[in-house]
């Protein structure tokens, strides 16, 4: 097989797919036809993509928690108390990561543990364990937009149990589930994988059934620049559109500077648009997620308040059409479901409160969204280039090449040449750049910022200020100084 | 001169690809002097227990940052004594358990389990290292 | 007597004092000339003044809670818990609400019923009747910068036994202290009480001890248009200084609006520095202080920290010297200790997190500089007409003539016929400007903004809209729309 | 006309000066067609009585943010009482107690002392209104 971003035939889709649902037992309780009239049923309200698309047109910001638990029962009751307790207005299904690796053994032992010790035993729900049954409990006892949030290379029979049961929005790709989620997993075979969920996606919108799809935004979630999540969100936007998706939702984390995150959130709107377009998709729908800081969080709950409140201003400032929350309890693992709704209303008072204040294109913003495109389209251009005017096979090359490249990615497939510092303001830049295609002009802005920076501290650039910057948050500040 | 240095095994166990830690700690324990043999994320336990029979390592110091470290981590000490390892060090830390849980608990559970140090979240590279330099008697 | 902005004599003031000391038994111990060499021991770490000129040279933003209990050890470990689990940079003394009536009888007894009952009975700190030797035993107690706040329109007695025991920073003015703490106490006799304690202040300064004097920024803390505490402030700081005071921080309260916010911040500094020089004070070390949102909280304290910390940044961006912080407990009343401390440390890392990315004066931002800058000008120099170059008697008939007014307030001596409103950013205007001396074309431009919100929603501007604005924080919005 | 609607007293009582609320109170009170006697803040107990007797008022409205709730609401039904205003009906409402307490305690408190309905913070005056209206069978 040859990668090409081209639309899967009806043939070499249904090819794959009745190997794919032999993987695990509940696979057979699959049918297509029939669940797409079960997603006939679905009310409105309930509709993640259609809920998402009235928030863009009313310029409202909605709440979405990460939650996800062993068991259904568990589960439903978990999601309901952050829909009412947490006023979430989107709702998640964390995957749990035996299910992620596709170790479904493993889950069906660990449920089982689970049920014994009375608490979770896993860090998410398995849903190719509880099947399509299990999926439609769940949706038809939650009031409330679901979407699948993983991070699984291979996420095929998940999606099949998922959608089949109901799910209205599926997070991942090929690129954003791989690199930060895998260590020796080719991005061939997982672009590839990820065109069947696309193209699954597809065939249910050729139903007439809208399913939202986003690519995962924030990547190793750790300083990533903006120009590096946009050009994989971009691309894998790309690739979902060819594969018939109509739903877009692309992401972006938090990087802590005010200005340059407010200009990211506008810099992906764009140029998205523009390169849907240009490429031949100018039907999908197109929204934007911001994710509060994914980083290392300070232990202390109010501190963390601090933080989670500074990503929801961030978001309401910058337009975004959802937030992804964090909880106080983020620097101590998954959070109790009461934390999980003090986040969540923490986030929506705040986006409450700055919702009739959006941040106007200020002469700095307009700087960052200018920098942040041209580096995006030097690396964008490069990947057609190498791909031979193709997306899917130009990004294996260029993260061979490492035109793509993500700081602190655990892939062999990542370069992992570039390496990310702040400036003196506080907004991410590449202390180095590898082998990113920039033009001069762009190597030469982060080497003076960089510089700039350095010379401030007293101290070289050099990986100890990466560090520095890491544990900066957790230790209460934004640029990781050295101590005085 | 390279095979003075002490050998140290270094992994995220399970199921697990948090990266970024494992690249300081690769970083910190290699400028502290020691040669780390740094396994990445998402490694078994025989992968550890192989890759300190190998390189005669004197530590295999274990991550876990999803929450499942309590059914990955269990059965590394016997996997150890199975293979000939009975008295390496067995370090582990991250975020053990799923959910806020009274690290005093935890810290007994995975000491039971044979570890010898356990970590809390939170705990700086740095301490380790003196942790480790103690115990070696360097 | 006359009122006029004049340094006391020698004589008055020391005739006044003679009576004031006899107030209450506890006036005896004050001793001038020892206090003065009491003041000499306070290490510069302990020294308000001091700190603040720090902050300021190095671009800090310093926390400051409020806090203050019935009885001494209390209060002192109180003190400490905020220094050392809140982290606070500068510590509160704040006066229980009998001693700002001066009824110290009923201090005395609630002392008795607070030590029965093994609670405080005071909401806070009944400083007259611990003594020169109690307030001693605090500051002795207690590692940081402590300073009294109250609320107090006769505060005489108060001022000298507080800095006689070795406060270094004191709070009011004759203005900030009546208009909104008192009901009828004339403003002739608080601004010239207030004199009292200025010159008490300007005389230990002679002595060599610098002691910080803060008037009250926020006044009825309830949608105060900055130009109306902002006039107040510049007033006050001119009395003070007239009385020798030589270290003065000017407050403001915030209003949300993140660009009136930065912009009132720099239009203090400016306009107060401004002013001082103009009318002859060029010798006074100015400083700002940015009160966290003083209206309706929240009562969930997820919702309040979200509060707290949207106070916090604005705070840091607006780069004021220190930051007066409020508790998630804020909608229930006064605090524990646990929750004060809460409230400083989501605020310190805020501050720390954003100290690196100051706001920039962009187009927006000066917008709103010059209009506060435009309606403040008109107000003082109505005033200083008023008096006919003197600001102390022409604050007295700015009053009377509704050219000094701020809204919601108690006192019978404020005119009361301004109205604020937000308007559709949830900048506060003024939806009545009442008798403030304004020119046509700020009139102009307020009745555009609050009519723009009010067809934005669908209704006349009216007292209901102000309704809603005091209450739409509490309920989790910034501008008080009508429900939909 | 103006003699028919029913008289309320409206105070914010002892050494506090809160005074917003008070004029919130006092607009939607009037709104709602009460005539409105509004003491404004800083107000002594005999001068609620005092007013009650004067204008024949059908209720006391005290209120209290401050946190000196308990010393100052306390004796105000006594004084009532030995007034000749016995039944006249007795609100309060506001920040009664200093710190953060369990309401259902302060409300028995203040109900003990002999206030007709005890108000905690965050109630909204159109609630206050409607149990005014019913209290007084309007």
């Known amino acids: 097989m040859e990668l090409k971003n081209k639309k899967w035939t009806h043939d070499h889709f249904y090819g794959v797919r009745e190997e794919i649902l032999k993987h695990w037992p509940t696979g057979a309780d699959v049918n297509f036809e029939e669940a797409v009239k079960y997603h006939e049923t679905i009310p409105a309200r309930k509709h993640f993509a259609k809920r998402l698309v009235k928030a863009k047109k009313n310029g409202e910001t909605l709440t979405q928690p990460r939650a996800g638990v062993a068991l259904l029962d568990e589960h439903i009751n978990l999601l309901n108390f952050l829909r009412t307790e947490g006023e979430a207005d989107l709702l998640p299904t964390t995957i749990d990561s035996y299910t992620r690796q596709n170790q479904y053994e493993n889950c069906a032992n660990a449920i089982e543990e689970s049920m014994k010790a009375g608490r979770s035993l896993l860090n998410g729900f398995p849903a190719v364990n509880h099947g399509v049954h299990g999926v439609r409990k769940l949706v038809e006892s939650v009031d409330g937009p679901l979407q699948v949030r993983h991070g699984t290379p291979d996420a095929r029979l998940l999606t099949e149990i998922t959608l089949a049961g109901g799910f209205t929005s599926y997070e991942g790709g090929g690129i954003s589930y791989n690199i930060p989620y895998a260590k020796s997993v080719s991005l061939e075979k997982t672009i590839y994988d990820w065109q069947y969920n696309d193209r699954l996606v597809g065939i249910y919108a050729e139903h007439g059934i809208e399913i939202n799809r986003e690519p995962f935004g924030p990547l190793t979630g750790t300083l990533v620049p903006p120009c590096i999540s946009h050009a994989v969100a971009i691309i894998e936007g790309i690739l979902a559109a060819e594969q018939g998706v109509k739903n877009i939702t692309l992401g972006y984390g938090q990087c802590g500077n005010l200005f340059q995150d407010v200009a990211a959130i506008k810099a992906l709107e764009q140029l998205a648009e523009e390169y849907l377009v240009k490429h031949g998709y100018s039907d999908c729908v197109l929204t934007t997620v911001f994710h509060q800081w994914m980083g290392g969080f300070p232990q202390d709950e109010a501190k963390a308040f601090a933080v989670i409140s500074w990503g929801a201003a961030a978001a309401a400032l910058a337009k975004a059409t959802k937030v992804i929350v964090k909880t106080p309890h983020e620097a101590l693992g998954i959070p109790t479901k009461e934390a999980n709704a003090m986040g969540l209303r923490a986030t929506k008072q705040l986006i409450n409160m700055l919702a009739d204040q959006p941040f106007p294109m200020t002469a700095e913003v307009d700087i960052e969204v200018e920098m942040i495109k041209a580096e995006t389209r030097c690396i964008l251009d490069k990947v057609f280039e190498l791909g031979n005017g193709d997306f899917a096979s130009g990004s294996v090359r260029a993260f061979e090449a490492g035109v793509l490249d993500v700081p602190f990615a655990p892939s062999q497939y990542s370069l992992n040449k570039i390496l990310p510092a702040r400036d003196n303001n506080g907004a991410v830049r590449l202390f180095d750049v590898g082998n990113l295609p920039f033009t001069q002009d762009i190597i030469d802005f982060h080497k003076a910022k960089i510089d700039a920076r350095a010379k401030e501290e007293g101290r070289k650039a050099s990986f100890q200020m990466v560090i520095d910057d890491i544990y900066a948050i957790s230790k209460g500040r934004l640029v990781g100084r050295p101590n005085k | ?138």
Chains 1, 3 share one sequence.
Do not use: W
């Open chain 2, 1 to 138: 001169m390279e095979n003075n240095k002490v050998k140290v095994i270094l992994g995220v166990i399970g199921a697990d690809c948090h990266a970024v830690g494992n690249k300081i700690l690769n970083y910190a324990f290699t400028s502290a002097g020691f040669e780390v043999v740094n396994l990445g994320v998402l490694v078994p336990q025989e992968e550890f227990v192989n890759a300190a029979i190998e390189t005669d390592a004197k530590a295999i110091l274990v991550a876990s940052l999803y929450g499942h470290g309590e059914i990955d981590c269990r059965g590394l000490r016997e996997r150890c004594r199975e293979s000939g390892l009975g008295d390496i060090l067995l370090y582990v830390g991250g975020n053990l358990v799923v959910g806020k849980t009274d690290f005093t608990e935890v810290h007994k559970k995975f000491i039971e389990m044979g570890y010898d140090r356990v970590y809390e979240p939170g705990i700086l590279p740095d301490q380790v290292v003196i942790d480790l330099k103690n115990d070696l008697g360097l």
